[in-house]
């Protein structure tokens, strides 16, 4: 199986060092800035699982390369439709796309460019940062992959990648519903990021301070209520759920988000916060809680940096 990872990032690198680590045939597929480095200096994982340095890490060659059974993309939601213009040209007609990246509307945004059957729905638990281009920084030790056809069933590609993630050492589990699976991180990470985000802090202090852990409360029974309003097969006791994971989370964690905000970096904050806000004005639920953080970190969505 050959396989296209979109982005040389936190997530596209630390996946695709570990696969090629394992033995899978990677190509990666990057920006001109990130090409340079990569030539130079080839690409590197830090990690608590084990180290990693692909010295010279396959580069896309557009003019030669051929189909590729697997493309992952791996940039942040905003480079998505790009992401998917380098799976439209060189994605196989019977392989499939996946977008690592959080959100709940990725999924959609491929099929309609690719094609239903041509796109598998995945979810990435990681904490991983790019420290600089060329160098993932992966924190603590879950680095795991939730991954399924929409709709369910088996393909070939789907079956390769679970075979090659287990000789990497990628925790990685196909999923029967794919959809609810990507849903039960969302209901987590939007409330998640728009707490730590709007209240610059890691989740620890924030535990402890009850009024923002009321706050997390009504962003978490909000992205429950809107994914249910969309029809989604999550359990009962689902914001439970998620505010007692959240409770076992390491006190110094923050979202990505918040790195983001911190770094002056654009945000993730439509298709995460602000996704909830939208979605549920769309639907007719009410988000007082989920607006409220979008519109306060609206002036940086676009970065400051
Ligand atoms: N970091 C984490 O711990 C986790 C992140 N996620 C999600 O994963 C997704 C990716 O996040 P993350 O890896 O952190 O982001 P990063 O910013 O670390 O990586 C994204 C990479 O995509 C590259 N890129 C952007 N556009 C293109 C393009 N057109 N062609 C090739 N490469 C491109 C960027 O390249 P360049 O350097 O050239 O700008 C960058 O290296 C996000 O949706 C995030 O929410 C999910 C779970 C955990
Ligand atoms: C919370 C975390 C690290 C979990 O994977 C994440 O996805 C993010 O912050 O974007």
């Given at each position: ?28 597929s ?38 590729f ?76 992959l ?43 990470l ?28 009504n ?69 007082p ?17």
């Open positions: 199986m050959r396989i296209l990872v979109v982005g040389a990032g936190a997530v596209g690198g630390y996946f695709g060092a570990r696969l090629v680590a394992g033995g899978a045939d990677v190509t990666f990057v920006r001109s800035g990130t090409e340079a480095v990569l030539r130079e200096s080839g690409l590197r994982v830090l990690s608590p699982l084990g180290d990693l340095h692909l010295q010279e890490p396959r580069l896309l060659d557009s003019e030669s390369d051929a189909p059974d697997l493309v992952l993309i791996c940039t942040k939601l905003r480079d998505l439709e790009a992401g998917i213009d380098i799976a439209e040209a060189h994605l196989a007609d019977d392989g499939l796309a996946a977008a690592l990246q959080n959100g709940v509307e990725s999924e959609e945004r491929l099929k309609s460019r690719l094609g239903a059957k041509r796109v598998l729905g995945a979810v990435a638990y990681i904490a991983a940062a790019l420290e600089r281009p060329g160098v993932v920084r992966h924190t603590g030790e879950m680095a795991r939730v991954i399924g056809l929409p709709g369910g069933g088996s393909h070939p590609v789907l079956d390769a990648l679970v075979a090659a993630c287990k000789r990497a050492g990628i925790d990685a589990e196909a999923a029967a519903d794919i959809e609810a699976a990507i849903w039960r991180k969302f209901v987590f939007a409330p998640f990021a728009g707490l730590t985000a709007s209240w610059r802090r890691a989740i620890g202090p924030l535990r402890e301070n009850p009024n923002a852990w009321a706050f997390y409360g962003l978490v029974h909000e992205a429950v209520a809107v994914a249910r309003a969309c029809k989604v097969n999550l359990p009962e006791d689902a914001a439970d759920q998620v505010l007692t994971f959240t409770r076992g989370l390491p006190e110094g964690m923050k979202a990505s988000m918040l790195h983001d905000l911190e770094a002056g970096r654009p945000l993730e904050l439509h298709w995460l916060t602000g996704a909830v806000a939208r979605l549920g004005a769309e639907l007719g639920v009410e988000t809680a989920s607006s409220s953080v979008t519109a306060e970190l609206q002036p940086y969505a676009d970065g400051t940096a």
